[in-house]
């Protein structure tokens, strides 16, 4: 599993990181790095592999019938995409360092950016498009947090929840259009995907599947009109903009559309889209940045320009465009991190990035000065630098594309009005900041920054010089193979160079040089217009959108949500009556061919037992005692009704389920009225009595429908399989540790989850405490009987006891972890009622916590635990022994999972029982625990 350790150790890196706050700053960043530069070794080490043309796959499986899979692949594109991820993100922890102030937490800081990184890295390397989405939301979620990272800022909690919402909603259409991807296919795998282009574009629902992909390619790398939230989210710090806004991120779409472009591109739609967008995008962008006087505003609005000539490379019919485009999100990466850390430098060392105030900083910071111009000039595509070469290959790939028709001619004229607004704010950013005069009301004196926290800059300005000055030499290889992946063949023979003669994609450089300076210098002209033309606030926009949206929906919830449950199962019931009812009337006989079971006489007494407690909860449901008890008969009825068709499993665990139930409703019912009033009218009861028969016929329709039809059931599956796969006798437990242990998995994460929350609602709840029963007697001043507290103090060991040989049992035997922690409960808290919340603080320190993380973790280990063996999640293993003096036994890996599932079980019944139990005896509340 050697790719899976390049994103595992950046995971390790995030949780290894965020326990370093005890070390010293150089010590923190230097662990730290650690993780990275190892995953960057190993990316390093499987290149060459990946340079002679291999695509390097692993994978293990998960859920196979649901085609899910944990499957990374190295090619090209991924290679590229990892070497950026790592090399620049190591470049970002390091300038981090001397960034932050000694009130920032640097451990959360590194932890977020490194949990950002193992997110990108899944992306980029995965081979199944569900675990690439997982990895995509993980990066929304991520982002968030790096975003929000001062969160005492009310501008960085909304850029937040902005970049949330946006991206998280292209999230969810991209799951849909994977989704249906996959059902076209016939499969999640990625290889399969891509090698489908016939199927998927012939298929009648190419457009619908191309329409939501590009939603969440979009939202993600801000394309136009999605683009607001990328300038929002610079209240982050400015290591965090410099590795979203170049590795990470806003490329995460960039590559979802070179990574599906083998099976989604070809197609008019697609250039239409992908084309049109792009180029409204960077004509947009280009043009706002232009007007910004915050510098990292200038630089967002840049790179969303920067996207959107990535995009319309993407978009052009031809394969050097494509060519064209990686090497552009090479080239964009390098120059736009440096210009954000350089930046954040201006800004650390001044106090401020407001351009009319930065004048003259050449004399203050020359040498920073210096590289800030060459990324710069960079990004303006001047001669001799990374971004020119781009620029140029972008020019000409404009010339030879058709995707207006006969108005193709607009393409390559609107690209270098673009690239001319693009030398126009670069000019801006080096004129305006470093020349133009002297600084204006500085809130500090400036000067070059600490030695060391020029490094990242001067590596990243010495790969735009490089690959500048010797492409071909530098950049040649990744440059082929990673287009090699996104074209699905070898790209066409180019030649990258500094001269290719006096040609058109030269004269257009030229122009659009000149024609941004010209710009630049009327630019007074511009502002002018621009000041003339009402706001557009997109902040304000996507804030009234939300209130609006919020706002409508809170009027039909308030049109149905009226507070009273009588009228949520009214309406509940209706649509049961018409979706269940309905198809009864359609059926020709109700009766089938199957013959129905005799009722003998002790069915009959059970059932009318059950039928007598179910109307006796409801005539006596104002006395709520009453009604509780006549609801513990339907209960334990309904486990002897398991226990006579041969259910005993089912039996025990609704026995003590209905205990743990009715100790949950009486300690409930202790802060509620013991008498309800009556509020329903006659017509309202004869309303309830006709909806509820209805039901009561319908339902009963369906059953006897059904038990006099034969039918197939899967019993007979886990019966016939229950010992030889499961190696157990109980067919019940191998099902919910073996066969279904994924669901139980889940269950238990619910459960843990549920006592959690009601834990913290729990606490410091202001209730009423009666001092009364209902007839007005004050409660007994013995609040634990001698007797009860004597009989439960014998009973539990004995309970515990019978516990533990349930549990050791259960794979064979009636019993399993679920009711063996359920009865283990049922002891502990007869302990609370008997003794009291005080008493057993006293005795015992339970912290209900850590018992149902620890149950949780046991059962979740066990199930990766079968990948060590190349088996698939939560495979479970069995085998005979012989040991001395017992003889032959039967050890099964089950046994641990169930292990895991009493834990947890133990840890959340008590906790929901004690908290409420702790409530009811008003007691202190540190005095337990929890």
């Given at each position: 599993m050697t790719l899976l350790w390049i994103p595992l150790l950046s995971f390790i890196g995030s949780i290894f990181s965020s326990f370093l706050g005890k070390l010293s700053r150089n010590q923190s960043t230097a662990l730290t790095l650690v993780p990275p530069v190892l995953a960057l070794a190993l990316a390093i080490y499987l290149s060459p592999a990946v340079f002679a043309g291999e695509v390097l796959r692993e994978s293990a499986t998960w859920v196979p019938l649901l085609g899910l899979e944990i499957a990374f692949r190295l090619d090209g594109l991924a290679l590229l995409f990892v070497f950026m991820i790592l090399g620049i993100g190591i470049l970002v922890i390091f300038y981090a360092r001397y960034y932050l102030s000694e009130k920032d937490s640097m451990p959360k800081l590194y932890s977020y950016l490194m949990l950002f990184m193992t997110a990108m890295l899944g992306i980029v390397m995965s081979n199944n498009v569900l675990q690439l989405w997982v990895f995509w939301e993980l990066t929304s979620i991520s982002s968030f947090?790096?975003?929000?990272?001062w969160s005492h800022k009310s501008e960085a909690r909304k850029g937040a929840r902005m970049a949330l919402a946006v991206t998280g909603g292209g999230g969810l259409a991209l799951l849909a259009g994977l989704l249906m991807l996959g059902d076209v296919v016939g499969s999640y795998n990625l290889d399969v995907i891509?090698?489908?282009?016939?199927?998927?574009?012939?298929?009648g629902l190419y457009e619908v599947i191309l329409v939501l992909v590009l939603l969440g390619a979009f939202t993600k790398s801000a394309q136009f009109p999605f683009h607001f939230w990328l300038p929002h989210a610079m209240a982050a710090p400015t290591p965090v903009s410099a590795y979203l806004h170049s590795a990470t991120m806003v490329k995460a779409g960039i590559f979802l559309l070179a990574r599906f472009y083998p099976a989604l591109a070809g197609t008019d739609l697609w250039f239409v889209i992908v084309g049109l967008t792009g180029l409204t995008t960077l004509l947009f962008a280009a043009y706002v940045a232009l007007f910004k006087h915050d510098l990292k505003g200038l630089l967002a609005y840049s790179t969303i320009s920067h996207l959107g000539?990535?995009?319309?490379?993407?978009?052009?019919?031809?394969?050097?465009?494509?060519?064209?485009?990686?090497?552009?999100?090479?080239?964009?990466?390098?120059?736009?991190?440096?210009?954000?850390m350089a930046t954040g430098i201006i800004d650390h060392e001044t106090g401020t990035r407001d351009m009319r105030k930065l004048n003259?900083?050449?004399?203050?910071?020359?040498?920073?000065?210096?590289?800030?111009?060459?990324?710069?000039?960079?990004?303006?595509?001047?001669?001799?630098?990374?971004?020119f070469l781009s620029k140029e290959m972008f020019f000409a790939e404009t010339l030879y594309q058709q995707l207006l028709g006969s108005m193709s001619w607009l393409i390559p004229v609107l690209a270098t009005v673009a690239a001319a607004f693009s030398v126009a704010y670069s000019a801006r950013f080096i004129h305006d900041v470093f020349f133009n005069g002297d600084p204006i009301g500085l809130p500090k004196e400036p000067h070059e920054p600490p030695r060391y926290m020029r490094v990242p800059i001067e590596v990243l300005v010495a790969i735009c010089l490089l690959v500048g000055m010797f492409p071909n030499f530098v950049i040649d290889g990744i440059l082929n193979v990673a287009s090699a992946a996104v074209l699905g063949t070898a790209p066409p023979e180019f030649k990258i160079a500094i001269w290719h003669g006096f040609n058109l994609p030269l004269l257009m450089s030229f122009i659009a040089v000149c024609g941004g300076l010209f710009i630049y210098t009327q630019r007074r002209y511009l502002f002018q217009f621009q000041a003339s033309l009402p706001p557009l606030n997109a902040k304000k926009v996507f804030d009234n959108s939300v209130y609006n949206i919020v706002k409508w929906c809170q009027r039909k919830v308030v049109a149905v949500e009226n507070g009273s449950l009588q009228r949520y199962l009214m309406l509940m019931f209706l649509v049961v009556l018409i979706s269940a009812g309905w198809p009864l009337f359609e059926m020709a006989q109700l009766v089938g061919q199957k013959a129905p079971t005799d009722i003998d006489i002790h069915n009959g007494i059970g059932a009318a037992l059950l039928m007598i407690g179910a109307i006796g909860t409801v005539i006596w449901h104002h006395v709520r005692m009453v009604s509780l008890l006549m609801l513990s008969v339907v209960g334990l009825m309904v486990s002897v009704a398991f226990t006579r068709f041969s259910a005993p499993d089912l039996a025990l665990t609704q026995l003590t389920v209905e205990v743990v139930t009715i100790i949950l409703l009486m300690l409930a019912l202790f802060f509620l009225p013991q008498r309800t009033p009556k509020e329903s009218s006659s017509i309202r009861v004869l309303r309830d009595i006709g909806i509820s028969s209805a039901i009561g016929v319908v339902v009963g329709s369906i059953c006897y429908a059904m038990i006099t039809r034969p039918h197939d059931s899967i019993s007979e599956f886990f019966v016939a399989n229950a010992k030889i796969g499961g190696g157990g006798t109980n067919v019940v437990n191998v099902i919910l540790v073996d066969f279904r242990g994924f669901d139980t998995l889940g269950e238990i994460i619910v459960l843990g989850v549920a006592a959690l929350g009601i834990y913290k609602l729990l606490i410091n709840l202001p209730l009423f405490m009666p001092a009364s029963d209902s007839e007005g007697r004050p409660w007994a001043?013995?609040?634990?009987?001698?007797?009860?507290?004597?009989?439960?103090?014998?009973?539990?060991?004995?309970?515990?006891?019978?516990?533990?040989?349930?549990?050791?049992?259960?794979?064979?035997?009636?019993?399993?972890?679920?009711?063996?922690?359920?009865?283990?409960?049922?002891?502990?808290?007869l302990q609370y009622i008997a003794h009291g919340s005080h008493w057993i603080a006293e005795r015992l320190t339970i912290n209900y916590r850590k018992i149902i993380a620890s149950g949780i973790a046991i059962a979740i280990l066990t199930g990766v635990g079968s990948w060590v063996f190349g088996r698939p999640f939560l495979t479970s293993w069995f085998d005979y022994f012989d040991l001395p003096v017992i003889g032959q036994i039967e050890l099964a890996s089950a046994l641990v999972f169930d292990l895991g599932v009493y834990i947890t079980v133990v840890g959340a019944t008590l906790m929901i029982l004690a908290s409420l139990g702790k409530v009811t005896a008003n007691a202190p509340k540190e005095e337990v625990n929890f």
């Open positions: 947090l790096l975003i929000s990272y891509l090698q489908s282009k016939s199927l998927i574009q012939a298929h000539l990535i995009t319309l490379l993407l978009g052009l019919d031809t394969e050097l465009a494509t060519v064209a485009a990686i090497f552009h999100i090479i080239n964009h990466a390098t120059f736009k991190a440096s210009l954000f003259g900083m050449w004399r203050f910071m020359p040498y920073t000065a210096t590289l800030a111009m060459v990324s710069a000039a960079s990004m303006a595509g001047v001669p001799l630098l990374n971004g001043k013995e609040r634990y009987p001698l007797l009860l507290a004597s009989i439960s103090q014998s009973l539990l060991p004995l309970a515990l006891l019978v516990s533990f040989y349930i549990f050791l049992r259960g794979h064979n035997l009636p019993g399993g972890g679920f009711i063996a922690g359920l009865v283990t409960a049922i002891a502990f808290i």
